[in-house]
C-alpha cells in the first residue's frame, strides 16, 4: 500500500549552467495541507513545474500516488489536479457549461460527478449564470471544482489567493480545510500570504536558493527560531525607518515589518528603546508583544528576507 500521495526524492532541475533546483526531498500524506514558501526566484515554480510534467526533471524522482512522472507519466497526472493563480475559463458560458467541457477530458466523469464536486465548492446556486458575472473568488471556487471533477489524489495550488479580498481569502481556506478533512484529499498550496498560510496548513516547507531549508509543522516552526530570553515587540511610530536605523546603532535587533518595526531584544532593555526613541523626537504611536512569533517572522529570520 502506497503511504505518500506525493513523493520527492533527490530532485534537481539544471538549466544550461545553471542549476535552479538542487536536492529536494519532501514526502505528502493523504489528506495533508502542505505550505510550500520562498523568496521569488527561490525555486517554488520550477518544483511545481516539474510535479506536474510541465518542464523536464534533470536528476531525481517525483511520485504521485505511487506512479513516476518519468515512468508513468498518464499514471502519475491521474491523480493531479492543479491551478496557477487564476483559472482560465470561457466567460460566456455559464459554470456549469465549463464543467461539461472539462469532463471531457477525463474517462468516467458523468452529470453526477460534476453535481457533487458544484456542492463540494458551494457553488450550486451560481453554477447556471455565466463566468463573467463571477466574482473572482467564485471564479477561484469553479477552478478548483474543475481540478477535482476526475477525483484527483493531490490538489496543487500556485498563489490560489491572488487578488482575493480577506473575505474570499478566508472562504478559500475553509474549503480546503474542508476537502483535506472530509475527502482526504492532499493540497499542496505555495503562496506569499503567510497569515493566510500560518492558520491553514499542516507543514510548512520553506525553499531558498534551490534548496529547502526546513520542513516542519506549523507549530515547530513558531517555536524553533525564538529563544527563551527574547522578547518580540513590534512598535509603531511616526518615523518607521528612522527608527530602524536609530535602534539598529545601540545593537537592537529591528526591521522594517510590515506597517511596524518588528524588535527582538530583551525586557530589560525596553526602558532604553522607548527613552532612545523620544529623546531623538521619534512618537512612539503603539507598542506591542507578541507572545509567540508569526511565521512571517520565522520565514524572514530563515530566508534572510529581513536583512
Known sequence: MINEVLKIDNLKKIIGKRT?????????KKGEIFGFLGPNGAGKSTTIKMIVGLSKITEGSIYVGGCSVKDDFKGAMRNIGCIVENPDMYKYMSGMDNLKIFAKIYEGVDESRINEV????????????????????????????????HSPKLLILDEPTNGLDPAGIKEMRVLLRKLASETGLTVLVSSHI????????DRVGIINKGKIITIKSVEELLNMTKEDDKTIIVLESDDNDRAVSLLTSININSSLLGDGVHIE????????????????????????????????????KLTGEGK
Open 265 to 300: 531584544t530583551t525586557k530589560e532593555r525596553i526602558p532604553e528603546i522607548v527613552t532612545t526613541l523620544t529623546t531623538a523626537g521619534i512618537a512612539i504611536l503603539g507598542m506591542d508583544k507578541q507572545e509567540t512569533q508569526s511565521l512571517e517572522d520565522v520565514f524572514m
Open 20 to 28: 535552479i533546483v538542487s536536492d529536494i526531498c519532501f514526502e505528502l
Open 194 to 201: 503567510l497569515g493566510e498560510m500560518q492558520q491553514m496548513c
Open 118 to 149: 458544484v456542492k463540494i465548492v458551494d457553488l450550486e446556486r451560481a453554477i447556471n449564470d455565466k463566468v463573467k458575472t463571477y466574482s473572482l473568488g467564485m471564479k477561484q471556487r469553479l477552478g478548483i471544482a474543475q481540478a477535482l471533477l
